[in-house]
């Protein structure tokens, strides 16, 4: 067991005192919570008689002790009030010694207590609850970092990204507007769903744990199934169980699914992360922008209110409709060069005239996406679709109508990053089995993100699948871009992290604001 800092010790020792008196300090009784603090505010009236009765509950956050009278702070899931504390009212007859030793000595920052008591608004103007009883609901053994003022400047503001991240507990206790952050997060979940939902689409679930790693180009993660005796992949993308349930007879289907991928980590890639996959009959790259457009424009509103929103020194607009360019014409655009009709061999001296970085595991598909990556991507701040993608970068695309050697795909440039990947979906099982024998080609040259062969995802699509379009979003660089924040893990409750180094718990510490 970790050994235990001097305010720890302290608060341990208020535990057993507590208990002592007859106290505990962590009762089962049902609390009757009936307000909470944003609602008792914006509900308050000066001239309601007798003033309105209310029980409420949530942590202390701050206290000033001031002899027989004291206020203090409490904080619910809705916001803070002040609750003024008098030892006559909590302490009727001649039991002073609970209100000089439980309330003044035992109670803690941090500790969840309830409050049955009046609405009143203090000499000062400030709406407060008139304690009459505190019920301790929960004793907090840790003091929470508390900023501390001096001279203009805050000191123990829990500001460490990475203290931030692990503690995400406290992080969304401390630090004002964390919470909304997350808020805003499910909102934007429930509008997607409502926009799909009025069209007449189903949620559905797919496996998580797959036998062939399909649907994306990825590098997987591989764990073993003990009683089959076989490997099993963590899913990198649910598009191919999808596309099945299309050959089922389902006319629109969409999910939003935990995908993991083997890969890098920054500010934009979490090795778990959240993608929304829809896929919808007799529709086509054309119909799903449009469709994209007023999706990202409703959601926009819904949960900001506004189509603006602003990432870092960018002003970003989701207001359709959105820019539309090849992904030929965007290397020309920002390269100088036409890269339509190059083999393998023309790319790759592209890539060395551009000072990009090849290995000999890169076909077509790969180098144009490097030369994309490198030297275009970050060029598109406002959405832009990017279209019309070469064959060898799309292996599950059906073939541009007019160009063979194209794709029907988009990539939704937002910010600099892909937000948003979407097809015509490939529905020739033979054109289909050749991509992923040319996929298999890649991997016998080292490309590991290579796809595997499905053969019952050519089996089903032998049986037919009407014309359909997909697409797949990234929710969680879409929470980024409604949210103003620039790093992934701002917008992930719990980021992956490295393994904590162990420190002594008076590293981790801050000295409390309290006059005990």
Same mark, same amino acid.
């Given at each position: 067991? @970790?050994?235990?800092?001097?305010?720890? #010790?302290?608060?341990?020792?208020?535990?057993?005192?507590?208990?002592?008196?007859?106290?505990?300090?962590?009762?089962?009784?049902?609390?009757?919570?009936?307000?909470?603090?944003?609602?008792? +505010?914006?509900?308050?009236?000066?001239?309601?008689?007798?003033?309105?009765?209310?029980?409420?509950?949530?942590?202390?956050?701050?206290?000033?002790?001031?002899?027989?009278?004291?206020? /203090? %702070?409490?904080?619910?899931?809705?916001?803070?009030?002040?609750?003024?504390?008098?030892?006559? =009212? !909590?302490?009727?007859?001649?039991?002073?010694?609970?209100?000089?030793?439980?309330? *003044?000595?035992?109670? =803690?920052?941090?500790?969840?207590?309830?409050?049955?008591?009046?609405?009143?608004?203090?000499?000062?103007?400030?709406?407060?609850?008139?304690?009459?009883?505190?019920?301790?609901?929960?004793?907090?053994?840790?003091?929470?970092? !508390?900023?501390?003022?001096? =001279?203009?400047?805050?000191?123990?503001?829990?500001?460490?990204?990475?203290?931030?991240?692990?503690?995400?507990?406290?992080?969304?206790?401390?630090?004002?507007?964390?919470?909304?952050?997350?808020?805003? +997060?499910?909102?934007?979940?429930?509008?997607?769903? %409502?926009?799909?939902?009025?069209?007449?689409?189903?949620?559905?679930?797919?496996?998580?744990?797959?036998?062939?790693?399909?649907?994306?180009?990825?590098?997987?993660?591989?764990?073993? &199934?003990?009683?089959?005796?076989?490997?099993?992949?963590? +899913?990198?993308?649910?598009?191919?169980?999808? *596309?099945?349930? !299309?050959?089922?007879?389902?006319?629109?289907?969409?999910?939003?699914?935990?995908?993991?991928?083997? @890969?890098?980590?920054?500010?934009?890639?979490?090795?778990?992360?959240?993608?929304?996959?829809?896929?919808?009959?007799?529709?086509?790259?054309?119909?799903?922008?449009?469709?994209?457009?007023?999706?990202?424009?409703?959601?926009?509103?819904?949960?900001?209110?506004?189509?603006?929103?602003?990432?870092?020194?960018?002003?970003?607009?989701?207001?359709?409709?959105?820019?539309?360019?090849?992904?030929?014409?965007? !290397?020309?655009?920002?390269?100088?060069?036409?890269?339509?009709?190059?083999?393998?061999?023309?790319? +790759?001296?592209?890539?060395?005239?551009?000072?990009?970085?090849?290995?000999?595991? /890169?076909?077509?598909?790969?180098?144009?996406?490097?030369?994309?990556?490198?030297?275009?991507?970050?060029?598109?701040?406002?959405?832009?679709?990017?279209?019309?993608?070469?064959? %060898? /970068?799309?292996?599950?695309?059906?073939? &541009?109508?007019?160009?063979?050697?194209?794709?029907?795909?988009?990539?939704?440039?937002?910010?600099?990053?892909?937000?948003?990947?979407?097809?015509? @979906?490939?529905?020739?099982?033979?054109? #289909?089995?050749?991509?992923?024998?040319?996929?298999?080609?890649?991997?016998?040259?080292?490309?590991?993100?290579?796809?595997?062969?499905?053969?019952?995802?050519?089996?089903?699509?032998?049986?037919?699948?009407?014309?359909?379009?997909?697409?797949?979003?990234?929710?969680?660089?879409?929470?980024?871009?409604?949210?103003? #924040?620039?790093?992934?893990?701002?917008?992930?409750?719990?980021?992956? /992290?490295?393994?904590?180094?162990?420190?002594?718990?008076?590293?981790?510490?801050?000295?409390?604001?309290?006059?005990?």
């Amino acid at each position: 067991m @970790e050994e235990l800092s001097e305010q720890q #010790q302290v608060r341990r020792n208020s535990l057993a005192a507590l208990r002592e008196r007859g106290i505990e300090p962590y009762p089962a009784a049902l609390y009757p919570v009936d307000a909470y603090t944003d609602e008792i +505010r914006d509900s308050f009236d000066d001239n309601l008689q007798p003033p309105r009765e209310v029980c409420v509950a949530g942590r202390i956050m701050s206290r000033r002790i001031m002899g027989k009278a004291s206020f /203090m %702070e409490l904080q619910d899931s809705r916001g803070r009030i002040q609750v003024y504390v008098s030892r006559d =009212d !909590i302490c009727p007859g001649e039991d002073k010694d609970l209100y000089n030793v439980v309330f *003044k000595k035992l109670l =803690d920052i941090g500790d969840f207590i309830g409050v049955r008591g009046f609405v009143f608004r203090t000499r000062t103007g400030e709406i407060s609850v008139h304690a009459r009883e505190i019920t301790l609901l929960s004793k907090s053994l840790r003091p929470l970092p !508390i900023v501390k003022m001096k =001279d203009g400047k805050a000191y123990d503001a829990f500001t460490d990204p990475e203290l931030r991240y692990r503690q995400r507990y406290v992080d969304l206790v401390v630090n004002k507007g964390v919470k909304e952050i997350f808020l805003k +997060r499910t909102r934007m979940f429930q509008s997607m769903r %409502e926009y799909f939902n009025s069209h007449g689409y189903v949620e559905v679930e797919t496996p998580i744990l797959q036998s062939i790693p399909g649907g994306a180009s990825a590098r997987p993660f591989i764990t073993h &199934h003990n009683t089959l005796d076989i490997p099993l992949y963590l +899913r990198i993308a649910d598009e191919l169980y999808l *596309k099945r349930l !299309i050959v089922g007879g389902f006319e629109g289907v969409y999910e939003f699914s935990k995908n993991f991928r083997n @890969e890098g980590m920054d500010r934009t890639h979490n090795p778990e992360f959240t993608c929304m996959e829809i896929y919808v009959s007799y529709k086509d790259y054309n119909w799903m922008m449009d469709f994209t457009e007023k999706m990202l424009e409703k959601i926009a509103l819904d949960v900001n209110g506004t189509t603006e929103v602003q990432v870092g020194d960018n002003t970003i607009s989701f207001k359709g409709p959105f820019r539309r360019v090849t992904m030929a014409q965007a !290397i020309k655009e920002h390269t100088g060069i036409d890269i339509e009709g190059m083999d393998e061999a023309a790319l +790759r001296q592209v890539c060395k005239d551009l000072g990009i970085e090849t290995d000999p595991s /890169m076909g077509k598909g790969k180098l144009i996406d490097e030369i994309f990556g490198e030297k275009c991507e970050a060029k598109y701040i406002q959405p832009t679709f990017i279209i019309d993608y070469p064959i %060898e /970068m799309s292996p599950l695309t059906k073939r &541009h109508r007019d160009n063979p050697e194209l794709t029907e795909r988009f990539e939704l440039m937002v910010n600099g990053k892909e937000l948003a990947n979407a097809y015509s @979906e490939l529905n020739d099982p033979i054109d #289909q089995y050749e991509r992923f024998v040319d996929q298999m080609r890649l991997a016998d040259k080292g490309d590991d993100e290579a796809m595997i062969i499905d053969h019952d995802f050519i089996r089903a699509l032998e049986y037919g699948m009407p014309p359909t379009s997909g697409m797949g979003i990234g929710m969680d660089r879409l929470a980024m871009l409604l949210t103003g #924040q620039t790093t992934i893990q701002e917008v992930l409750l719990f980021p992956q /992290m490295r393994p904590q180094k162990a420190t002594p718990a008076s590293a981790e510490e801050n000295t409390e604001n309290t006059d005990k």
